[in-house]
Each structure stands twice: as C-alpha cells, then as structure tokens.
C-alpha cells in the first residue's frame, strides 16, 4: 500500500503562485507514475499534471503550472505560477503502479485526501 498527503493549498489573489507537495509513504518503491488533479464544485474531476521521468499536462495549465519530484525524499511538487479563478479547486496527488492511462482517474491506485486552492480575482 501507498499512503499520499497533500499540502500547500491555501487562498491566492489572481496572478500569484503556490506550490503543492506531496508526499508519498508506505511501498513507494511500487510507484511507476504520479499525477495531480483537481475538481471543482460541480464538475468531474479533471487531470492536471503527471510525472514519471517524462512529464504530462492538461492544456489549461501548460506553460504555468510545472510537476516535478524528489525520489529521495518521496516527494512530488505542483508550482502554480499566474493563477486563475479557473484554477480553483480540490487538488488531489495520486500515484500508480502502472504506467499505463496517466490522463484518466481510473488510470492510478492510490489518492491522497485533497488540498482546496482558491484563487480570488
């Protein structure tokens, strides 16, 4: 088993930055690929960023949002850079076993517990 917490969220003018991490415990020597997402109030939730040496983003965040990771302490980061209202949500970090459907939520094993990240305009 794998044990994801996520931090870092918090309440962010428009235009501003905030960097998530999350770290991973438990048989992290499994993970083949971690990855973010995020749901908003009413909607389904939405891939964001990916990593497993190469790394993957939705179109929404290219260009501002960047994902990388620390293996030595089993750690992944989120930097947000120019926030939007858009960008407000739940963010989840998640990991795989399998390096298989990196873009779908169906694609990973295990969940952390979720981040809120406002942005005000």
């Known amino acids: 088993q794998v044990q994801l917490a996520e931090s870092g969220g918090g309440l962010v003018q428009a235009g501003g930055s905030l960097r998530l991490s999350c770290a991973a415990s438990?048989?992290?020597?499994?993970?083949?690929?971690m990855g973010w997402f995020r749901q908003a109030p009413g909607k389904e939730r939405e891939f964001v960023a990916a990593?497993?040496?190469?790394?993957y983003y939705a179109d929404s965040v290219k260009g501002r949002f960047t994902i990388s990771r620390d293996n030595a302490k089993n750690t992944m980061y989120l930097q947000m850079n120019y926030l939007k209202p858009e960008d407000t949500a739940v963010y989840f970090c998640?990991?795989?076993?399998?390096?298989?459907?990196?873009?779908?939520?169906?694609?990973?094993?295990?969940w952390g517990q979720g981040t809120q990240v406002t942005v005000s305009s």
């Open positions: 438990g048989l992290t020597f499994s993970i083949s690929i």
């Open positions: 998640a990991a795989s076993r399998f390096s298989g459907s990196y873009y779908y939520v169906k694609g990973y094993d295990y």
């Open positions: 990593i497993r040496g190469s790394t």
